[in-house]
């Protein structure tokens, strides 16, 4: 009968069963003993579940918002419920409800999850021929030629970030997956030139942006 070996340690913690079955039972304790989850490390290496299962519960919530508002087809292009009046700047992405799910607690502050994240955001309206925003969710931000690459900005809204720019897909916004979120009064960073589509009544832009905080 073979002899075990050093090796065969080495083997048996390479198996992916049992990273598996030493990730539950770390989770496990972790819970039993009242730790947090971002207080640990090994190798240097900070585990990041609270972190990242806090994300992936906020864009499930988010597709959730989303199907439920295709449903209804009581949206408009840029996925909000439709705003009371042309004007009204103050309609949401998404509810303050959803938006601040998006927040966990780091020590004594509370952080986004999506922090550093990058994304296409819903920039604002205009007139069709204009580049005076009638509708911006940049604080600040009433023209385009205010909008510059690597400056920062504070959304007006709970501003729901898209992998792709929407404005040359075919399905528009519903066409592009959800990446992040940042809620209203976070900073971004503007990483790119805004993209327009020319709506029926009005033109629509897109920014890419960093969340920041």
């Known amino acids: 009968m073979a002899s075990w070996t050093p090796q065969n340690h080495i083997d048996l913690w390479k198996s992916p069963l049992t990273i598996m079955v030493a990730i539950i039972i770390l989770v496990i304790s ?6 947090e989850l971002d207080s640990i490390s090994h190798g240097g290496a900070t585990f990041k579940f609270r972190k990242e299962m806090q994300q992936d519960n906020v864009l499930l919530n988010l597709k959730n918002a989303e199907i439920m508002r295709n449903e209804t087809k009581d949206t408009t292009a840029n996925g909000n419920v439709e705003p009371a009046a042309e004007g009204d700047t103050k309609s949401l992405v998404v509810s ?4 601040n799910t998006s927040y966990v607690k780091d020590g004594e502050k509370m952080v986004n999850v999506f922090n550093n994240v990058q994304g296409f955001i819903w920039l604002g309206n205009s007139d069709l021929g204009s580049d005076k925003l009638t509708k911006s969710n940049l604080n600040g931000v009433q023209t385009l030629d205010q909008v510059d690459i690597s400056e920062e900005y504070i959304v007006k809204g709970n501003m729901v970030l898209r992998a792709n720019s929407p404005t040359s897909n075919v399905d528009y916004f519903s066409g592009e997956s959800q990446v992040g979120l940042a809620p209203r009064g976070s900073k971004v960073k503007v990483i790119g030139e805004p993209m327009k589509k020319d709506l029926a009544k009005y033109t629509q832009y897109w920014v890419k942006v960093e969340i920041l905080s």
């Open 30 to 35: 972790i819970k039993y003993l009242g730790l």
């Open 96 to 99: 303050d409800d959803i938006a």
